[in-house]
């Protein structure tokens, strides 16, 4: 993860089916082989050239992630005029896709983290510094990895209007507890609390 922030600028893509907008169109330039999944990486430059193609494929692929090294190296390796900075201009997004969800008024999103934790000697919680999981699990795979020193999931869930006021007090007090309604409870937890720490 340091290695990528040093020498790489992150962009996350919301994928929903295809949007048809300026960054549908900039996803849909190199989005080959099926890698459009969740979690799928790419080592892409500005102007939508793939740095993960392989011989077999256009890209990386479905299931597989860009070895950031590898990216590097084929960038770097590209003619100086076209790493320079403002080499590509990218205009501002100016309209989403008309058919991607939109927040509901009155709604609020709220923003989470997760990470996992362990008691240590003293009873304590603290991060682990090895962290094993199954990256996919279906019928005929699974996918057992190790992270080193994992950075905490990120997590974005949307309340309406009518949930977030469910569960805040007309008249709050200090150390006032009240039940939480069950709709938004599973929400919370069963929909949200899902693992994003990679």
Same mark, same amino acid.
């Given at each position: %993860? =340091? ?5 790489? &600028? ?23 082989? $099926?890698?459009?999944?969740?979690? =799928?990486?790419?080592? &892409? ?17 479905? *299931? ?24 590509? /201009?990218?205009?501002? !997004?100016?309209? %989403? ?7 509901? =008024?009155? +709604?609020?999103?709220?923003?989470? $983290?997760?990470?996992?934790?362990? *008691?240590? +000697?003293?009873?304590? !919680?603290? *991060?682990? /510094? ?8 279906? /019928? ?35 150390? %006032? ?5 069950? =709709?938004?409870?599973? *929400? ?9 720490? $990679?």
């Amino acid at each position: %993860m =340091a290695f990528i922030k040093k020498n790489f &600028v992150p962009v996350v893509i919301t994928v929903h089916g295809e949007c048809k907008d300026a960054e549908g169109v900039f996803w849909k330039s190199f989005c080959k082989d $099926y890698a459009w999944i969740t979690g =799928a990486a790419h080592g &892409v430059t500005p102007a939508g050239k793939i740095l993960c193609a392989t011989e077999k494929s256009a890209s990386c692929g479905g *299931r597989s992630v860009c070895n950031p090294e590898k990216s590097l190296q084929k960038w770097l390796a590209l003619p100086e005029e076209e790493r320079r900075p403002g080499a590509v /201009k990218v205009e501002d !997004l100016q309209e %989403m896709d008309p058919a991607f969800p939109k927040r509901p =008024a009155g +709604s609020i999103i709220l923003k989470g $983290y997760n990470r996992p934790l362990e *008691r240590g +000697s003293d009873g304590r !919680l603290k *991060r682990l /510094k090895d962290y094993r999981d199954c990256q996919e699990l279906g /019928k005929n795979d699974s996918n057992w990895r190790t992270f080193v020193e994992p950075e905490p999931g990120r997590v974005f869930l949307w309340f309406t209007q009518e949930q977030w006021k469910s569960i805040v007090p007309a008249q709050p007090k200090l150390g %006032m507890t009240f039940p939480f309604p069950e =709709a938004v409870s599973d *929400r919370l937890v069963r929909l949200t609390l899902l693992n994003t720490i $990679y």
